[in-house]
């Protein structure tokens, strides 16, 4: 119970109904949350990931009492919670609403048991599950997964690094203020909260939106200095005509989690350097626990399209198709990611979840770029990202890059064409098709263009492929 994430100084806040945790307070009640699981059968800890105080207590009290902490979706029905405790034999799945709980206590081996800091919980009552290695700390699952995700096993030493590092990469310190404009059931969203905390700093816990005013309201009441972005909302809030003006606290916005077109980078950076903030462009992975490189703001013009270096601690390499691995500028292939942060392995079942570290701090990334003289990493596109249009090999990752300057960009194989969708206005379908055709040296026909007001995107905000898939 004496290893806690939060360093002295951190705060929470939750919003919507002005809770403030920090000092003694704060660490009584995680100290109170550690020890309350140290009271129960031994496992894992499972909560639903609400933005809220309870659901940080939760994790941040797993952690001190050295038990690996799962958040997951609120989003998820029975079946996928039901699936979750069947796989893994979590020790507690809390955080949910004493309905569902109700229901899912009717799974094998859990009854509900109203628990005074964890709340209605259910709670194993057979046989104990394997012992959970004594290193694990936490548990995400895969971006963007669907039916049953794999979960990705991050060790205690690699979540604190991470945090660390992003935490000196960002200027982080006790006067940075973030909202959780994501999840904290997402990778990205998760080291917002685990960088901030562990560096003293504080953290609001707001409804993401960027849409609604719960968000603007609570950047103006707590003097929110950095939010955290996918490109998707930064897309959103340039359609806003968003203007770092009016919250005149904002000194810096990140953006991560998928590729940001370089018209909105420069866009925002513009907006924020006349106003005497940045952004920081970030790339990173799940797998790596999860950040990998940062570009800080002043080297966003010189570097633009670029993801930046790699954070402290982290070492990039690009593998050849031959095998060999380089960090010579200008060689492309693989990304590998060498690093505290680099997961332990995935977890299919409950077994998996005592298996030691099996990568020995190497990430395969399975995206494609390279390094300049300089060493940031420009990103090119992914191995998986490959279609077949009448027999040709097409990346759709180019295909997405070839009409960026529309605006959002989505590409999926769909039979023997590409479909792409736009996010804008129609009336340039034909015309978009045609340049996507040339630039291919495919026939026209093979090309599909469909514009539409918002591409979907996950709840991480990433793009839901498969949702277009289905269109």
């Given amino acids: 119970m004496t290893a806690r994430l939060a360093a002295p100084g951190a705060r929470l806040i939750e919003a919507s109904c002005g809770l403030v945790l920090e000092g003694a307070r704060f660490a009584t009640r995680i100290d109170g949350v550690a020890a309350e699981l140290e009271s129960l059968p ?4 499972f909560t639903s990931a609400q ?38 034999r979590p020790a507690i799945l809390t955080g949910l609403g004493e309905e569902q709980l109700t229901r899912l206590g009717q799974c094998a081996g859990y009854r509900v048991a109203p628990l005074p800091l964890l709340g209605p919980s259910l709670v194993r009552t057979v046989e104990p599950a394997p012992s959970p290695h004594p290193e694990l700390g936490v548990l995400l699952a895969t971006s963007g997964s669907t039916g049953r995700p794999k979960l990705v096993r991050l060790s205690r030493h690699g979540v604190v690094a991470n945090a660390e590092a992003i935490a000196g990469a960002l200027a982080i310190g006790p006067d940075s203020v973030a909202a959780t404009t994501l999840p904290l059931f997402y990778s990205y969203g998760l080291s917002v909260l685990t960088s901030h905390l562990r560096a003293g700093a504080t953290v609001v816990l707001v409804d993401g939106d960027v849409t609604g005013r719960a968000l603007w309201s609570a950047v103006e009441t707590h003097g929110v200095t950095t939010l955290p972005l996918v490109p998707s909302q930064l897309e959103m809030l340039r359609r806003m005509r968003w203007v770092p003006e009016r919250y005149p606290r904002i000194r810096s916005l990140t953006a991560a989690g998928g590729r940001l077109r370089e018209a909105t980078a420069q866009h925002f950076h513009t907006l924020l350097s006349a106003s005497g903030g940045g952004l920081s462009v970030m ?43 380089t960090v010579e500028p200008g060689a492309s292939g693989e990304v590998i990611c060498r690093g505290p942060g680099v997961m332990m392995g995935y977890a299919q079942e409950a077994l998996d979840l005592a298996a030691p570290d099996e990568l020995d701090g190497t990430l395969r990334t399975g995206d ?27 990346d759709l990752d180019a295909v997405e890059r070839t009409l960026a300057a529309e605006g959002p960009v989505a590409a999926v194989a769909v039979d023997d064409a590409i479909r792409i969708w736009v996010q804008g206005p129609e009336g340039r379908e034909a015309e978009s098709a045609q340049h996507v055709a040339d630039s291919l040296r495919i026939p026209r026909s093979g090309v599909d263009v469909r514009f539409l007001d918002l591409l979907p995107t996950l709840p991480n905000g990433k793009t839901d492929y498969r949702a277009l898939e289905a269109l």
């Fill in 42 to 45: 031994p496992g894992a800890v």
């Fill in 51 to 88: 933005s809220t105080a309870a659901t940080a207590l939760h994790m941040l009290g797993a952690w001190a009492a050295r038990r690996p902490v799962l958040p997951v979706d609120p989003s998820c029905g029975d079946p996928e919670f039901a699936d979750l405790l069947a796989r893994f």
């Fill in 283 to 325: 790339y990173g992975q799940t797998e790596a626990g999860p950040r990998i490189a940062i570009l800080p703001p002043e080297a966003l013009e010189k570097k633009l399209g670029s993801v930046g270096p790699a954070i402290a601690g982290v070492r990039l390499s690009i593998r050849l198709a031959d095998g060999t691995e």
């Fill in 368 to 394: 494609l770029g390279r390094l300049d003289e300089d060493g940031c990493l420009w990103l090119s596109g992914r191995i998986s990202r490959i279609g077949k249009v009448f027999g040709i090999r097409v």
